[in-house]
C-alpha cells in the first residue's frame, strides 16, 4: 500500500507549470461564478477544466435556478416574495437541521444574485409556467418545490421561485453555461482544459497553495498564490463512493452528471484537511408529475400505504420512497384520473376493482383496499384527511378499471446526483472537522454539502452552486484572507 | 481563524515526553483489546487514557457480545451455529451494503475470538435466557437481534449470539472491562490516565508518528514507533457534531457514552488523512419489549399506520421510528396483552374502543381503525398478513379497554450511539477516502464503522471493538507494516 495520494507537499513539487492569484477547479457554473467573481476582484485567476470545455453538469441541466425574495421576475409576475418567507421555506423544507447560516445568506441577498446573474448575460423572461416544475416552454418562473404542499403554506406564503433561464434554441441549462462562460471570457481569466486536477499541494503550515493536475498524461503543478476553489461537482458517477456512503442512490437508473462527477473534488479537499457532511442524501427524483393530474392519484408502498402528499415536491416524493419505502412504489389512478404519464410509465397491474388490484400487486389482502376506502371517504368532499393533499388534487377513485403505475425504482427513469460533500461556510471557505478553515481552500456546487441538506426543491443546485461559487471567488481574492506563504 | 488543529507535523513538536513501539489511544474494550495483541506480538505498548481510569462506554455497556459460529456456549446450551449462518444473518441485518470483508473475517474467527476472550479471563455462563435480549441475571446467551423476525429466518437458520459476561455482583460491562483490564495488566503495557489525546503527529511522508495530548493542563507529545491506535469512542456526547451529521439522533433521551463520546478520535483521524463514513447512523434503542409479551401490541406512527414487526429486534424498530417515522410511534395495546412495561411508559390515550383512542390520540379518523382492523383479521388465525410478526407473537386486540403507550421519542427513554466513524480495513488501518492506508495509523470500536452500517443488533459493538481491536493491535505491532521512519 502506498500513501494516501489525496495531497502533496510542498517540497515534492519539483516544477510548477502554472500559476495565479486564484486557482478554480472545475468550469461549470458555480466555477464559472467564482472565476468571475475572482477576476472582477482583482485577482488574477486560472480555471482548470478536465472536459474539453467548460459547462459541466450544469449544461446537462434543466437550467432551472431557486431563486426569490422578490426578484424582477417574480414582480413582473404579479407573484409577492420575500427573504424572510423564502427563508422560511427553506429552513422547513430542506432539514433536518440545514446550514442556517448558509440558508440567511441566500435569502438575503437573492435578489442582488439574481440581478448579477443578468448583469452577467443570463436571459430570463418575465412570465410564469403553471403546468408544472420544468418548463418545456421558454418560459421562466415556476413552483419548483413543495411551496404550495402541505404543511408549507402554514410555515411561509407560498411563491414560485423557479426561475428557468430563457432557451433561445438550445436547451436552458446549455443557455446558462453558455451565458456564464461568455461572461468569463469578457473577464481576464484563463482557462486551461483537458487538465484534470487531482491533487492539492500543502505548504509547511498546512495551507493550500496549489494542485497538481495531468494533462496528456503528464503531471503538472499549478501554484496558487491567494487559493484554491473546487467546484469539482458532486460524486454520482463514482460507484464506489456511492456505494460507501448512499449505497441507495445507486438503485436509480439516471445518475445525473458528467465523468467528472467522480468525486474527485471532494477527495482532494479531504485530503488537505476539509471535512464532508450529509454524504448519505442525494436529490432523487421520482418522475410522476407530468401531467400534473396524476398527483391526484395515490402514492403507495409495496404493502398498500400512503407515506405522504402526492403533491409535495417530485424530489420530497423520491426522497421519501427510496430512503424510507424501499423504492417500492405505486401510483394508483381510476379511469377517470389517469393520463399517460411522461416519461412513459407501464401498469404494474390493472383491476376492475381495488380487491383485484392489490391482489394482482401480491399485497396483503385488505391493505390497500383500506387505503382507498379512508382515502374516498374524505376525498368525497374534497379532503385528504390523512396527508392533506391540496384539496384541486383531491378526488375519489372510484372509476374502474383501476391501475397501478409502476414506479418502482428499478422499472422507472428515477434520476439522481448526490447531495453531500464538503463542508463551507458562507464564503465558500472549506471547514476542517474542527470548524476551522483549511487555509487557502474554497468550494462551491456539488463538491459542498449546500443549502439542502435534505428535502430538495428544484433549482437549488445552481442556486447554492452559482451564489457560493460567487462568494468563493471574492474570498479567495481578497488578501485580508491571507496567511503569509 | 487559526490553522485547523486536528494534525500537527514533525517539525512543529519540540519535546517528546514518552514513547513506545504502539500508542493506543482509549481504554475500553478495543484498547484494551488492542494493547493485549499488540503487547504480545512483542510491542512495546503505551495506552493514553482521558479519564482516571479505563473502561470507557463499555464498562457503561449491558455487557453482551454479539458472538457466534459454535461457540462453546452456543453448543453446551444446545444451539447450532455456523460461521456461514452468521455471515448470512449479518449481511441481510446489517445493510445496507455492510463493510462484506469484514463482516466475513469476524464470522470466520469468531470462535477463536470467543475463545481468547475466555483466555483473557472473561468469564461466561454456560446457560441461556429466554426472556428478551438483556439478561438481569448472570445468564449468557440469549437472541440480541432479530434472527427470528421476519426475514430473518428465511435467509439463516437463527441462532442466540447475544453472549453476556457473567456477573459477579457487580454489572456485566463492569465485569468485561475489569477482566480485560487485569489482563492488560498482565501484559508490560503500561498506561498512562488523565491523558487527553487532542491532536496526531505527522511526519513528512505523512506517516502518524505520535500524538499531542494534555496531562494537567500542559502539552505533551508521544511518539509512536510503529503505530498508534485510535479506540477512542464515538461521538453521541459531542452536539455539535450530532447536530452536523445526524440531527436526528439528538432527539433520544439517553445519550450511551461517557464525555470522552465527544467525536476526537474521529476527528484526529480525519486530521491524518483519514475518511469517515456512515456518519449519519446510530444504534437507536426503542425500549418497548420488556416484558416480551409487548410486542404481541401494534406500533404505529402518528398516522395509525404500522410500519414493521414488532417482534424485530427493538434497535430495528427504533431505527425504522426514528428515521422513517419521526420518532412518533405509540405501541397499541387491548387489555388482554397489557403488562406494565419497563422501564415505566404512560399512556397517550386510553379508550374503550379503537375509534376513541384514535381520536383521543388525533389521528385521521379510521387510521388506526384500518390497521387494527386489518391486523385482527389475519390475527383470528394467528397471522400477521402485512408485517409477519411470529405466529407466537400475533393475537386479535379485541379486549377493551384498548391503550396507546407513550413511545414518542420526547416522552420515552429512548438510547443511543453513534455507528459512524473512521473508515478501517480488516486490519483496524485506518483508510483515506482514495482507500489507501493512513500509514502508522489504526482505530477500532466506535471511532470506526464498524460491522453494522446499519440495522443494529445488541452486542455488535463490543464484539467488532474487541474483535478488530485486536486486529489493529497485531497490525500495528508487525514490523512488515512499517515504512521507514
Given at each position: 500500500m502506498g500513501r494516501p495520494t489525496e495531497v502533496r507537499l510542498e517540497a515534492e513539487v519539483k516544477e510548477w507549470h502554472g500559476e495565479a492569484d486564484v486557482l478554480v477547479i472545475g468550469l461549470g457554473a458555480a466555477g464559472a461564478c467564482a472565476a468571475i467573481e475572482a477576476a472582477n476582484a482583482g485577482a488574477d485567476v486560472l480555471v482548470l477544466e478536465r472536459a474539453g470545455a467548460g459547462g459541466g453538469t450544469s449544461a446537462m441541466s434543466t437550467g432551472q435556478i431557486y431563486l426569490g425574495g422578490g426578484t424582477a421576475i417574480q414582480t413582473a409576475c404579479g407573484f409577492e416574495d420575500s427573504p424572510d418567507s423564502m427563508f422560511d421555506y427553506l429552513m422547513a423544507a430542506c432539514g433536518p437541521d440545514p446550514d442556517e447560516n448558509k440558508i440567511r445568506t441566500f435569502c438575503d441577498q437573492c435578489v442582488e444574485h439574481f440581478d448579477w446573474l443578468v448583469d452577467q448575460g443570463v436571459p430570463f423572461k418575465e412570465s410564469f409556467y403553471g403546468e408544472g416544475s420544468y418548463t418545456p416552454t421558454d418560459d421562466c418562473l415556476s413552483y419548483s418545490g413543495s411551496e404550495r404542499a402541505h404543511p408549507f403554506p402554514g410555515v411561509a406564503s407560498p411563491a414560485p421561485r423557479g426561475h428557468t433561464v430563457q432557451q433561445e434554441g438550445i436547451e436552458a441549462g446549455v443557455q446558462l453555461m453558455s451565458s456564464l462562460l461568455e461572461a468569463v471570457e469578457r473577464t481576464p481569466t484563463r482557462i486551461e482544459t483537458d487538465v484534470r486536477c487531482e491533487t492539492l499541494v500543502l505548504n509547511d503550515a498546512r495551507r493550500v497553495i496549489g494542485a497538481v493536475a495531468t494533462y496528456e498524461g503528464k503531471e503538472r503543478a499549478y501554484r496558487a498564490r491567494r487559493g484554491v476553489i473546487l467546484c469539482a461537482g458532486g460524486f454520482i458517477r463514482n460507484r464506489e463512493m456511492v456505494r460507501k456512503h448512499a449505497p441507495w442512490l445507486s438503485q436509480c437508473r439516471w445518475a445525473m452528471g458528467t465523468d467528472g462527477d467522480d468525486g474527485r473534488g471532494i477527495r482532494m479537499g479531504l485530503g488537505a484537511g476539509g471535512e464532508t457532511i450529509r454524504m448519505h442524501t442525494g436529490c432523487i427524483v421520482l418522475p410522476f408529475t407530468v401531467p400534473k393530474g396524476l398527483v391526484r392519484g395515490l402514492m403507495v408502498n409495496r404493502l398498500g400505504q400512503r407515506f405522504i402528499?402526492?403533491?409535495?415536491y417530485q424530489t420530497v416524493v423520491g426522497e421519501a420512497a427510496l430512503v424510507h419505502h424501499g423504492g417500492e412504489v405505486y401510483l394508483i389512478v381510476d379511469d377517470h384520473i389517469y393520463e399517460r404519464p411522461f416519461p412513459p410509465t407501464e401498469f404494474a397491474a390493472v383491476g376492475e376493482t381495488i380487491e383485484e388490484l392489490e391482489r394482482e400487486l401480491g399485497m396483503p389482502t385488505g391493505s390497500l383496499q383500506n387505503t382507498v376506502e379512508l382515502y374516498n371517504r374524505g376525498a368525497q368532499d374534497g379532503n385528504d384527511t390523512v396527508f392533506h393533499k391540496s384539496p384541486e388534487n383531491v378526488v375519489p377513485l372510484c372509476k374502474p378499471p383501476f391501475g397501478a403505475l409502476d414506479y418502482r425504482v428499478e422499472h422507472s427513469l428515477w434520476s439522481v446526483f448526490t447531495m453531500g460533500g464538503l463542508h463551507t461556510d458562507v464564503d465558500g471557505q472549506v471547514l476542517s472537522a474542527d470548524g476551522k478553515a483549511v487555509l487557502g481552500l474554497y468550494a462551491a456546487g456539488r463538491t459542498t454539502s449546500g443549502i439542502a441538506a435534505q428535502g430538495y426543491s428544484s433549482g437549488l443546485s445552481i442556486a447554492d452552486g452559482t451564489f457560493f461559487g460567487r462568494a468563493a471567488g471574492r474570498a479567495a481574492a481578497r488578501h485580508d484572507r491571507m496567511a503569509p506563504l
Open positions: 402528499n402526492e403533491d409535495a
